[in-house]
């Protein structure tokens, strides 16, 4: 029986590779794609107009710019603002303590015046006992030696009537009487023992010296128990005097005594003098 021969064609030698050509596309599917470009142009126009009208109303610049700004001039404010405060703190509080030192030293400056004036009258109270007790000293031993000097004298004290210029002495004394004792000071209404004795003088044209010391010198000496009106007394060492008064008649003399005394009348029993010298 014969065979009959197909005949065998030879195989391509990319057949077995698939087949790269693009599928076909049909109307439908070519409308859907035309559609879906169109969308997408239309919302990236959509979009960059949109984009565009908001660059034309504000730029870009002055948007991101501006708030950048003006944060970093507020706190440039601000710390200008605080340091101000800050410093003004400063000044008030250095002129508080200006003020408060101001006030200490005017303080001190005060305490520092009356503990002064406190130690001065102190010192002048001092002062003024010491002088007393010195006084009393010398009355005491002025009062024995009187009392032993008149018990051996047979003599009675005299006492001339005042008449032509020891009348006008006694007269300006008794004038005087109810003025100040002022140490140092000269009338016409405060003296001192040696001023008054001096300034009665002077009425009838002696002139005296001006201290105690120096008048104990002047004149004549006089002893006690032979005394008369208008006889300077004094009290102390003579030459080293430290009172002096008048003798007045009637066992009184007048003197301007102390501060708290002044120019007053005494009786020569209570304060017997010294010695006595006579110059009228």
């Given amino acids: 029986m014969k065979q009959s021969l197909v005949p065998v064609v030879p195989m391509s030698h990319t057949a077995h590779i698939r087949s790269h050509r693009k599928p076909r596309r049909t109307a439908q599917s070519t409308m859907a794609m035309r559609a879906g470009v169109a969308g997408g142009v239309l919302s990236t126009l959509a979009v960059a107009g949109a984009s565009g009208s908001a660059n034309a109303a504000e730029p870009v610049t002055q948007t991101l710019e ?43 400056k005060a305490d520092l015046a009356v503990a002064k004036k ?4 102190k010192k002048e109270a001092a002062e003024e006992a010491r002088k007393a007790a ?3 000293a010398t009355r005491n031993a002025e009062r024995t ?18 008449s032509g210029s020891v009348a006008t002495v006694i007269a300006f004394l ?14 016409p209404n405060a003296w001192d023992c040696s001023s008054l004795v001096q300034a009665a003088f002077k009425q009838v044209g002696v002139d005296l010296p001006r201290v105690s010391q120096d008048q104990s010198m002047a004149g004549t000496d006089i002893p006690l128990s032979q005394i008369q009106v208008g006889d300077i007394l004094y ?29 007053v009348i005494q009786d020569l ?12």
């Fill in 145 to 162: 030696t009187l009392t032993t000097t008149s018990a051996a004298s047979t003599t009675t004290t005299a006492s001339a009537p005042a």
């Fill in 269 to 280: 029993s209570g304060y017997p003098a010294s010695g006595a010298v006579r110059v009228l």
């Fill in 174 to 187: 008794q004038a005087q009487v109810g003025d100040a004792y002022v140490m140092g000071a000269s009338g």
């Fill in 134 to 136: 010195a006084e009393r």
């Fill in 235 to 263: 009290w102390g060492g003579k030459g080293s005097a430290y009172h002096v008064g008048v003798y007045i008649g009637g066992g009184q003399y007048l003197d301007a005594a102390n501060p708290s005394k002044g120019v």
């Fill in 66 to 108: 501006l708030p950048t700004l003006t944060a970093d001039l507020a706190a440039q404010v601000a710390q200008s603002a605080d340091a101000t405060q800050q410093a003004a703190a400063n000044y008030q509080l250095q002129a508080e303590r200006d003020a408060a030192a101001e006030q200490a030293a005017k303080e001190a």
């Fill in 118 to 121: 406190k130690a001065q009258a």
